[in-house]
């Protein structure tokens, strides 16, 4: 990078740390420290909502993602908009009216201590587990552009979101999402603008969306009823709804956002205004991806996207293999691009059998493509059996630093950096809330002062970052982010959301029969995770199930040993 990508990235990252730690300025408690103060407006709550969820996952995978498998990603939104409704009309207003600082504190209140301390226990080994891969998307930049250790670069992107975290709190974090959010959607729409622009001349926007959808890129509604298939229509209005239902509802690094609302009305108007902005937002990114690969329609692409890979491959004695790989890598391209040009004319003239001729030979060049790149990935594994074989998180990363000008790169890297940040200082907070909140405050002292107990939050807060980081260790071997994120989330928050459906809506089943029918729901979903009997998504939609069936069934074991 040169010196104006360097300072634009590091005076962008200063802007972010500095800004959190001024707007946090002046005396603070608890409250102040957790939800601060519950006095944000709805843009607040919107935007750190959607700054949360926006992680660097989302910017380095999301374009990958839409590069290799095309615009069907976005289904998984669609169940969004359908759970910010339900959020409102039940989660938001049973919240507000406890005044609770997590969402668990409601679940003793309902049950007993058990099912709260269980259902705690699942949220820190979910939000733990991927606060690392949030950490770990960033630190891939760093690691490929100087070619740093990716234990120290972990640790460095870690502990630059505790300067601020530490010392503001929810409110400081609040803060800087409003900015993170700005800077990440101008920066996004330049970065789509640019990709258009350094396409041949003659190929325009709608050109290239044309180009897309006969690659089979632009696949994004899938009508098809598929269980085993990850994204559909149906996998995503009924899995997704049910997975941003429990993240929304049950999730302390979301709870938290929405529970510093200055009235009912604001969370309210923030949730559904999150709903409506998430699934362009995505679209928009996703298509980023897309048109990045039309852009390697007409100019050479990497074989292999891990440019750290490839090179320590040419230095090894499997460096002519490599080579032989390389070029046929590059008649495939030649090919691909008499494809393309083919098809674009034939498309303008309307030449229909043409356009089917010129369609097949473009597909066989992408097939060709990424049968080389498995033989690049078996030479990877060879030459580095602890690799990172899945360049999809690393497609945008690379066109950014090969193709776009002086000080756009800095500004993308920047607009990663700071998404990462916002989603992990939100997480961390979270952790350390729910830490003190219901576990230090409920079991180890009860009684102690304000000062001590927003010590004992920043201290936490302190603490999860040091586990956030250690995990960050070992996400490399998870292939694509934004999918193993979810994957993981999909363990857990069915039965966590579960939990919450029976404690509002069956009213009838108690404290221990919610706690096994939970207990043996989440070894369910486990074993269909484990034996690969579903697509993941359904695993959200399974879980919540089964804590809804086992606990009724539980309950009923219960009520007939009471009459015994």
Not at 56 to 77: C, E, H, K, N, W
Not at 164 to 188: C, E, N
Not at 326 to 342: C, D, L, R, Y
């Amino acid at each position: 990078m040169s010196l104006i990508d360097w300072t634009v990235l590091v005076g962008t990252l200063a802007f972010i740390v500095i800004y959190g730690v001024y707007r946090s300025r002046g005396k603070q408690n608890m409250d102040d420290y957790l939800i601060a103060g519950q006095s944000l407006p709805w843009y607040h709550v919107c935007f750190s909502v959607m700054a949360t969820q926006a992680s660097a996952i989302t910017f380095l995978s999301a374009p990958g993602q839409g590069f290799a498998d095309g615009m069907r990603f976005v289904q998984f939104y669609f169940g969004l908009p359908l759970a910010m409704v339900v959020l409102s009309i039940t989660f938001v207003p049973i919240f507000h009216r406890l005044k609770v600082f997590t969402a668990y504190e409601y679940l003793e209140t309902r049950f007993d201590a058990r099912v709260r301390m269980f259902t705690v226990a699942l949220f820190l080994l979910s939000r733990g587990l991927s606060t690392g891969l949030s950490i770990y998307a960033p630190s891939i930049i760093l690691a490929t552009i100087l070619g740093w250790d990716l234990t120290w670069t972990n640790i460095f992107m870690g502990s630059l979101v505790l300067i601020y975290t530490v010392s503001g709190g929810t409110k400081a974090i609040s803060h800087t999402h409003l900015q993170q959010m700005i800077i990440v959607t101008v920066a996004m729409c330049v970065a789509g603008y640019m990709v258009v622009h350094l396409l041949p001349a003659d190929v325009g926007f709608v050109d290239a969306l044309k180009i897309a959808g006969k690659a089979g890129r632009l696949n994004t509604i899938d009508f098809h009823f598929d269980p085993n298939s990850r994204y559909n229509i149906w996998s995503g209005l009924i899995g997704g709804f049910f997975l941003q239902l429990s993240y929304f509802g049950t999730d302390q690094s979301q709870v938290g956002r929405y529970l510093t609302g200055e009235s009912i009305g604001q969370s309210r108007l923030g949730l559904m205004m999150n709903g409506l902005l998430k699934i362009p937002m995505q679209f928009l990114i996703l298509l980023v991806g897309v048109l990045v690969f039309v852009y390697y329609q007409y100019n050479p692409s990497p074989l292999f996207f891990n440019k750290v890979e490839t090179d320590k491959l040419k230095n090894s004695e499997y460096a002519a293999d490599y080579q032989s790989l390389e070029q046929k890598h590059i008649a495939s391209v030649q090919n691909q691009q008499v494809a393309v040009n083919g098809l674009a004319k034939a498309m303008d003239e309307g030449h229909e059998e043409e356009v089917k001729r010129w369609q097949a030979s473009l597909k066989e060049s992408d097939e060709t493509q990424k049968s080389l790149k498995k033989d690049a990935v078996a030479l990877i594994k060879k030459n580095n059996p602890t690799a990172d074989t899945s360049d999809v998180n690393y497609v945008f990363l690379r066109f950014v630093l090969d193709r776009l000008p002086i000080g756009l790169i800095g500004l993308l890297i920047a607009v990663i950096f700071s998404a990462s940040m916002g989603s992990i200082a939100a997480a961390y907070n979270s952790l350390a809330s729910t830490t003190v909140v219901d576990i230090y405050k409920r079991m180890v002292r009860k009684d102690a002062s304000e000062s001590h107990y927003l010590m004992a939050s920043r201290l936490s807060t302190i603490g999860w970052g040091i586990f956030c980081i250690i995990v960050a260790q070992y996400a490399s071997k998870l292939g694509s982010m934004i999918e193993a994120v979810n994957i993981l989330g999909s363990l857990f928050y069915g039965v966590i959301l579960g939990i919450f459906l029976v404690a509002f809506y069956f009213k009838s089943i108690g404290g221990k029969a919610t706690f096994w029918g939970s207990v043996v729901a989440e070894i369910g979903v486990v074993l269909c995770w484990w034996f690969d009997l579903t697509a993941f998504l359904w695993l959200n939609v399974i879980g919540c199930l089964l804590v809804i069936g086992f606990a009724r069934i539980a309950q009923s074991f219960v009520n007939r040993s009471s009459a015994a």
